[in-house]
């Protein structure tokens, strides 16, 4: 039996390519069934060999958006490190700064007058004047219990905000302060066009997928800016790709739950030089 499955396998056939007209053999190849399956086993080695060369010598991975190296996953864990550190060390030199004019202020003296530009270019200035009875008074109105001023008032002073694009077409079903917010808002779109856009020009620094399955992309912009993305079902970029303005960068899927289908909400996050912040403001462009 095993004689014949050999004999079978080794027998040579003949393929070749004759004239129409004449029967003249042009080309001809003697194969056997086992020469066959060799040939082709040996082909799907070479290309499997030739594509695990190009993904560790090549950047060909990179035209992948969902794939991720070790690399990349530690530069992002290192950039958000970065980030809180930075965001810690900025609260605590403002917590500084408050702390030392609080303490001139109640030992009688007046802070010394400096000029500060902040990140997004907003100037303030707080060089002071010498004290007059009109000023006296209009300080203890101004710095007593309740005042705007109060030294028990501790909420920073409002900056005015810049206004970003919409991310989605849609309104916000989840606000930042809701109890099941963290750090986001949920933005529900309010017509069949579930295209996520970038809200303002920069680069895409950030591209992975979530454990729910959906991709998340973050994009620096200037000023300290952060926007992440989250739940994603396409995305249209690529890490380190620079885009515009309003330019899509992916859109949400739909979930199924209890038999019924509905498109998925765009949860968003908004941060500034490391920290957290609401991006409601910015994107509507309601309050500071």
Do not use: C
């Amino acid at each position: 039996m095993f004689r014949n499955i050999w004999e079978f396998l080794t027998d040579k056939r003949q393929l070749s390519m004759r004239d129409r007209e004449s029967g003249e053999v042009h080309w001809k190849l003697n194969l056997s069934p086992i020469g066959l399956w060799g040939s082709i086993i040996t082909l799907v080695i070479i290309v499997i060999v030739t594509l695990m060369l190009l993904m560790a010598h090549t950047s060909i991975l990179d035209i992948f958006p969902s794939y991720r190296t070790k690399n990349e996953a530690m530069h992002d864990k290192m950039t958000a490190a970065i980030m809180r550190l930075d965001a810690m060390e900025q609260e605590m030199e403002d917590m500084l700064e408050y702390n030392e004019a609080v303490t001139t202020i109640l030992n009688g003296s007046t802070p010394a007058s400096q000029s500060t530009t902040l990140s997004d270019g907003t100037r303030y200035d707080k060089t002071t004047v010498e004290r007059s009875e009109a000023d006296s008074l209009l300080r203890a109105d101004m710095e007593g219990e309740g005042g705007d001023y109060a030294l028990s008032n501790t909420k920073r002073p409002k900056i005015e905000a810049p206004i970003f694009a919409m991310p989605l077409n849609g309104h916000i079903s989840r606000g930042f302060n809701s109890p099941q917010s963290d750090y986001d808002i949920a933005l529900t779109p309010t017509s069949t066009d579930t295209t996520v856009m970038s809200i303002e020009s920069g680069t895409v620094i950030g591209l992975n997928n979530q454990s729910d399955g959906y991709a998340l992309v973050a994009i620096q912009h200037a000023g300290g800016y952060v926007s992440v993305y989250k739940h994603l079902s396409e995305v249209l970029v690529r890490r380190g790709q620079m885009v515009k303005g309003g330019t899509p960068i992916g859109s949400v899927g739909s979930i199924v739950e209890e038999n019924t289908e509905h498109t998925a909400e765009l949860v968003f996050e908004l941060w500034r030089d490391g920290v957290a912040v609401d991006p409601e403001p910015y994107i509507f462009g309601r309050g500071n």
